[in-house]
């Protein structure tokens, strides 16, 4: 394994519950590796990955649930709220032991985060502590060496190399394989700032025309920012001093929260989408942002990574059954990865063109669809089933 970022890691520790041996190999130490202050929306697809592998019950604990949704587009001045109804059809009522948990004289506050935790929409994690729990159950298991820190080079023995060493990866590189990119003219600002006021369980999505804008709740109303705006403007962002960044940020926001401070100062990153012209070559293949990015827009990215790890895992169980030869893996991987591959980066980008603008013709557009979503229970349960399990098979079953 190639790389121990969230993706690669992930895939080294189903390929040991699928009975591997797996060396996972990344140049960069352990602390480095956790020095990220990103944060990634989840949604149910990781969820049922994690269950699946038995890895669940440790990663929770470093997640924060978030039961409501708000899109908006700023252009047309519509919005529209997505809740754990729309997953699952009618509310069910929340498993008691989790509500009896809050003493009913606490604020509301912890309610409020009770609630979200039994019917969650999707979850927040911050990249460190995510990337801690995960190295952890690979120190604890026996099947997976570690060679972190250290640059090694590629095992000639190895039955599969996977290659997860990023977006910018060398071994994609040293194997010739080319990726079609498109660069937006849009970057992206984070940073984590504390709000006031609100629902400290709720997310926001806001489609503005300088490009979308997400807040995420961390717990405690802590929340991470994901701006999306020009190349000049990002670049102005970054180099305000923190009140003048606030200040900024202030009119961005929805009109129930208030600014309390600032947590992590603003940082940008380049805004790509970037898909890897073949996912194999002999017996490796490309996982994670080695073979695809996404605009940031509705945090499928890692979500997308991880749903690479979920095809690989049931074929590695199949391998390891003797029901599918290790040379024909590599190939099938790639057939069953490359619709929702597509689809993804699609949808991404087409909501970026869409809602990223003011074009009259768009704007007339929206606002009937914006309206139609916010009435037609149906159309917010595609919507949503596509962008937490993918568009491949947009719907689940309630969790029992
Ligand atoms: C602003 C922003 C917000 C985002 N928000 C979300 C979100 O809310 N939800 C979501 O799902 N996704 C989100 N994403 C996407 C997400 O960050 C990426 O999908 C994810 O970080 C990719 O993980 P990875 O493991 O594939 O790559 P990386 O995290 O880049 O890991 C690659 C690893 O490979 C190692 N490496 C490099 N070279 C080598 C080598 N030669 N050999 C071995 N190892 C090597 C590196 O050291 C690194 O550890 C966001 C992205 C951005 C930019």
Same mark, same amino acid.
């Given at each position: 394994?190639?790389?121990?970022?969230?993706?690669?890691?992930?895939?080294?520790?189903?390929?040991?519950?699928?009975?591997?041996?797996?060396?996972?190999?990344?140049?960069?130490?352990?602390?480095?590796?956790?020095?990220?202050?990103?944060?990634?929306?989840?949604?149910?697809?990781?969820?049922?990955?994690?269950?699946?592998?038995?890895?669940?019950?440790?990663?929770?604990?470093?997640?924060?649930?978030?039961?409501?949704?708000?899109?908006?587009?700023?252009?047309?001045?519509?919005?529209?709220?997505?809740?754990?109804?729309?997953?699952?059809?009618?509310?069910?009522?929340?498993?008691?032991?989790?509500?009896?948990?809050?003493?009913?004289?606490?604020?509301?506050?912890?309610?409020?985060?009770?609630?979200?935790?039994?019917?969650?929409?999707?979850?927040?994690?911050?990249?460190?502590?995510?990337?801690?729990?995960?190295?952890?159950?690979?120190?604890?298991?026996?099947?997976?060496?570690?060679?972190?820190?250290?640059?090694?080079?590629?095992?000639?023995?190895?039955?599969?190399?996977?290659?997860?060493?990023?977006?910018?990866?060398?071994?994609?590189?040293?194997?010739?394989?080319?990726?079609?990119?498109?660069?937006?003219?849009?970057?992206?600002?984070?940073?984590?700032?504390?709000?006031?006021?609100?629902?400290? &369980?709720? +997310?926001?999505? *806001? %489609?503005?025309?300088?490009?979308?804008? /997400? $807040? !995420?709740?961390?717990?405690?109303?802590?929340?991470?920012?994901?701006?999306?705006?020009?190349?000049?403007?990002?670049?102005?962002?970054?180099?305000?001093?923190?009140?003048?960044?606030?200040?900024?940020?202030?009119?961005?926001?929805?009109?129930?929260?208030?600014?309390?401070?600032?947590?992590?100062?603003?940082?940008?990153?380049?805004?790509?989408?970037?898909?890897?012209?073949?996912?194999?070559?002999?017996?490796?293949?490309?996982?994670?942002?080695?073979?695809?990015?996404?605009?940031?827009?509705?945090?499928?990215?890692?979500?997308?990574?991880?749903?690479?790890?979920?095809?690989?895992?049931?074929?590695?169980?199949?391998?390891?059954?003797?029901?599918?030869?290790?040379?024909?893996?590599?190939?099938?991987?790639?057939?069953?990865?490359?619709?929702?591959?597509?689809?993804?980066?699609?949808? &991404?980008? +087409?909501?970026? *063109? %869409?809602?990223?603008?003011?074009?009259? /013709? $768009? !704007?007339?557009?929206?606002?009937?669809?914006?309206?139609?979503?916010?009435?037609?229970?149906?159309?917010?349960?595609?919507?949503?089933?596509?962008?937490?399990?993918?568009?491949?098979?947009?719907?689940?079953?309630?969790?029992?």
């Amino acid at each position: 394994m190639r790389g121990a970022g969230p993706a690669g890691t992930l895939a080294a520790l189903a390929l040991a519950e699928a009975g591997w041996t797996v060396t996972l190999v990344d140049p960069a130490s352990p602390e480095r590796l956790l020095a990220s202050q990103r944060a990634y929306a989840f949604t149910h697809s990781s969820r049922r990955l994690l269950q699946r592998l038995g890895l669940w019950e440790r990663l929770a604990a470093v997640m924060q649930p978030f039961d409501q949704l708000d899109l908006s587009d700023q252009g047309s001045q519509c919005g529209v709220r997505f809740t754990p109804a729309d997953l699952w059809g009618a509310p069910r009522p929340a498993p008691t032991e989790a509500l009896t948990e809050t003493p009913s004289a606490t604020a509301s506050q912890a309610q409020t985060e009770a609630q979200a935790l039994a019917r969650p929409v999707g979850w927040i994690a911050r990249h460190g502590p995510l990337l801690a729990a995960l190295l952890e159950a690979v120190a604890a298991q026996p099947s997976i060496h570690r060679a972190l820190g250290v640059t090694t080079p590629v095992d000639p023995e190895a039955d599969l190399i996977v290659a997860a060493d990023g977006a910018r990866s060398t071994t994609r590189e040293g194997l010739g394989i080319g990726v079609w990119r498109h660069v937006y003219d849009q970057r992206c600002v984070t940073a984590q700032v504390t709000l006031r006021g609100g629902r400290p &369980t709720t +997310a926001w999505e *806001r %489609l503005r025309p300088e490009g979308p804008f /997400a $807040l !995420l709740p961390m717990g405690g109303g802590r929340f991470q920012v994901v701006w999306s705006a020009p190349g000049w403007r990002c670049r102005q962002l970054e180099s305000l001093s923190p009140a003048a960044f606030l200040d900024a940020l202030a009119p961005v926001l929805p009109a129930e929260v208030d600014l309390a401070s600032l947590e992590e100062g603003a940082r940008v990153f380049p805004v790509q989408a970037h898909l890897a012209r073949r996912l194999r070559r002999g017996r490796t293949i490309l996982l994670g942002e080695t073979a695809h990015r996404c605009h940031p827009v509705g945090g499928q990215g890692l979500n997308l990574s991880w749903r690479d790890v979920a095809v690989l895992h049931r074929l590695a169980r199949r391998a390891q059954a003797g029901r599918l030869s290790l040379d024909r893996l590599p190939a099938a991987y790639a057939r069953r990865r490359w619709l929702d591959l597509c689809l993804t980066l699609m949808i &991404t980008d +087409a909501l970026v *063109r %869409l809602f990223s603008n003011r074009h009259p /013709a $768009l !704007l007339a557009l929206r606002r009937p669809a914006v309206v139609a979503l916010g009435r037609a229970p149906w159309l917010r349960r595609c919507l949503l089933g596509v962008m937490t399990n993918g568009p491949c098979q947009p719907f689940e079953a309630a969790p029992s």
